[in-house]
């Protein structure tokens, strides 16, 4: 098996945590499919396609993102390829049997496994680059978080939202948003979670002054932990919630900080 990877690279040549764990997907699979791989990361566009359209592989491999969502399109209409987007990996014990890709649908409700039927496949890989050694940074993207702390209108944009961000920093977090954050402008529109911003998926999702609209909820739903802090006992969040505190985040919030930074001064970690 023919395999291309799109390893994306530093400014000084390293490779990006994306690419680099993109690589160790596709190594992983060349073992397993005793395939030959071929770093493509440095071509452009139309470099990749006159290459494909020569000799072309049997799979070309992308870590899922804006710029390469739109060359994987690209590449599939001139090569008559098939693509499966935002990947989680494959499911394909028999290597007789064409890759079964899995991947998310139904707002990430369920999950379904692609079948390509092309001679050429092309997937874009959800790529989660976490790095253990990161503390919180209001840069890291949201969708890469195992710990998320999100706001909601009822936090506000002054000493609720430093509170917030306060909790994010303690417990090594990353900020989130809802839509009416973002739409008031206190946090940028690359934090908002939900059907007109991101889909996120942390270990530990916590939050803050969220009522639970429908659109939001979609968005993290299949958070394996949900935390939910709100002073309205009937916000819709509740019902989704795994551990659920009823009260004012500047009763709860300092509370939460001050425990949290006590476990991280004993454990070095939460």
Same mark, same amino acid.
């Given at each position: 098996?023919?395999?291309?990877?799109?390893? /994306?690279?530093? *400014?000084?040549?390293?490779?990006? *945590?994306?690419?680099?764990? =993109?690589? /160790?997907?596709?190594?992983? =699979?060349?073992? $397993?499919?005793?395939?030959?791989?071929?770093?493509?990361?440095?071509l452009s566009a139309e470099d990749i396609l006159d290459s494909a359209k020569?000799?072309?592989?049997?799979?070309?491999?992308?870590?899922?993102?804006?710029k390469t969502k739109s060359l994987a399109a690209i590449l599939a209409v001139e090569l008559d390829a098939g693509v499966s987007a935002d990947c989680f990996g494959i499911q394909c014990t028999d290597k007789k049997i064409r890759l079964h890709w899995i991947r998310p649908v139904y707002?990430?409700? =369920? !999950?379904?496994?692609t079948v390509?039927?092309?001679?050429t496949h092309i997937a874009l890989m959800r790529i989660a680059a976490r790095d253990p050694s990161l503390t919180w940074h209001e840069t890291i993207p949201i969708d890469e978080a195992e710990i998320l702390v999100c706001v909601g209108r009822g936090c506000g944009n002054g000493p609720g939202m430093a509170l917030a961000k306060e909790l994010a920093k303690t417990i090594g977090a990353a900020v989130g948003a809802t839509r009416a954050v973002t $739409?008031?402008?206190?946090?940028? !529109?690359?934090? @908002?979670?939900? @059907?007109?911003?991101?889909?996120? *998926?942390?270990?530990?999702?916590?939050?803050?002054g969220v009522a639970g609209a429908i659109q939001h909820l979609a968005g993290m739903r299949n958070s394996d932990?949900?935390?939910?802090?709100?002073?309205?006992?009937?916000?819709?969040?509740?019902?989704?919630a795994d551990y659920g505190i009823v009260g004012d985040l500047y009763t709860v919030l300092p509370i939460m900080i001050e425990d949290f930074a006590s476990i991280s001064v004993h454990k070095n970690k939460i």
């Open positions: 098996m023919d395999i291309w990877v799109y390893a /994306e690279k530093n *400014r000084d040549g390293s490779l990006t *945590r994306e690419a680099a764990r =993109l690589w /160790e997907f596709a190594e992983s =699979l060349r073992r $397993d499919r005793n395939g030959l791989l071929t770093d493509i990361g440095d020569k000799k072309p592989p049997e799979v070309i491999l992308f870590a899922s993102g804006e707002d990430n409700s =369920l !999950l379904a496994e390509c039927t092309k001679n $739409d008031a402008g206190w946090l940028p !529109l690359s934090k @908002q979670i939900g @059907q007109t911003g991101k889909y996120v *998926r942390p270990r530990v999702y916590i939050g803050i932990i949900i935390i939910a802090i709100n002073r309205d006992s009937r916000a819709p969040i509740f019902e989704y």
